[in-house]
Nanobody
Framework: EHMVESGGGLVQAGDSLRLSCAAS????????MGWFRQAPGKEREFVSAISWSLGRTDYADSVKGRFTISRDNAKNTVYLQMTSLKPEDTAVYYCAAGRRQLAFNTKPPTASYEYSSWGQGTQVTVSS
């Protein structure tokens, strides 16, 4: 399994960015795909996740209403559309694939230990 993130960069507060995560090496079924982030000196934290088959989503409270996760099954790609970015969104953003298939219509997990395949990360820097 291989995850490759892209789309990070340096933006100003209030701007938007779209991150992409291209996944390969897995037949997805109803696995979860998640986005996490880690800021300097802080622990990695959950941002958003989506179930591959049914598209159920979940978001951290800090990004609700500003970030939108989506997936393109044909391209095996997950996106994170980020709007109204804030300086506190500055972090390395990682995508990851869930360890196990989800039961029907359940929300994707938010805990990092539920994810087994991680990308290398993409830096997002938001200036004030």
């Amino acid at each position: 399994e291989h995850m490759v993130e892209s789309g990070g960069g340096l933006v100003q507060a209030g701007d938007s960015l779209r991150l992409s995560c291209a996944a390969s090496g897995r037949t997805f079924g109803n696995y979860a795909m998640g986005w996490f982030r880690q800021a300097p000196g802080k622990e990695r934290e959950f941002v958003s996740a989506i179930s591959w088959s049914l598209g159920r989503t979940d978001y951290a409270d800090s990004v609700k209403g500003r970030f939108t996760i989506s997936r393109d099954n044909a391209k095996n790609t997950v996106y994170l559309q980020m709007t109204s970015l804030k300086p506190e969104d500055t972090a390395v953003y990682y995508c990851a694939a869930g360890r196990r298939q989800l039961a029907f219509n359940t929300k994707p997990p938010t805990a990092s230990y539920e994810y087994s395949s991680w990308g290398q990360g993409t830096q997002v820097t938001v200036s004030s």
